[in-house]
């Protein structure tokens, strides 16, 4: 099972559009947070026929709209700020924030750990479980002062059958290519 992980997309449209086009092979979807805007969520819901897993961010402030329309996607879960579930048979823990998150993937009882929030694309191991942060589809950073970094989107594409994930970055010309 190939699961599509995106996160912080910060209603970036255009990037997010080449991101769906990559992944619409993928068996499901899991969105790490910060959609942002409600019409998000439609994009998202029809440029992706597979499940989709969401989780909420700090930036999801009109979860009121965002709730009210996912019942017109029937393939589209909001799962809250957190969630559990098997897929393939690996044991996957989602939650949008890096901290949270590390704390759940050192704890070795999952898998998989996927979540987002400081746009930091990172895959590293802790013991068994794998913690993946796909970076930010918005395309930016922030230092320590808040000063804006650009960057390329990223996001991964995570194998259940092997257990091994794949970052990649849409770049400048919006092509679509391996993340080291």
Not at 66 to 85: D, M, N, Q
Not at 142 to 152: C, E, G, L, S
Request: with cysteine.
């Amino acid at each position: 099972m190939r699961l599509a992980i995106l996160s912080d997309i910060h209603d970036n449209v255009w990037k997010l559009e080449i991101a769906l086009r990559f992944v619409a092979g993928c068996d499901a979807m899991i969105c790490c947070g910060d959609l942002c805007s409600p019409f998000i969520l439609d994009q998202l819901a029809r440029g992706f026929s597979n499940p989709i897993h969401i989780v909420f961010g700090n930036n999801d402030a009109d979860t009121f709209r965002i709730t009210a329309k996912t019942p017109k996607y029937p393939h589209v879960r909001l799962r809250g700020e957190f969630f559990e579930e098997t897929f393939g048979t690996k044991r996957v823990a989602v939650n949008h924030f890096d901290n949270i998150a590390l704390a759940i993937a050192r704890g070795g009882e999952y898998d998989a750990v996927f979540y987002g929030h400081n746009h930091v694309f990172d895959i590293r191991p802790f013991g068994n479980t794998l913690a993946v942060n796909p970076g930010s589809i918005m395309g930016c950073q922030f230092d320590a002062q808040a000063n804006r970094i650009d960057v390329d989107s990223t996001f991964v594409i995570y194998d259940t059958d092997s257990g091994l994930a794949q970052g990649y970055r849409i770049n400048s010309t919006g092509s679509v290519e391996p993340h080291p």
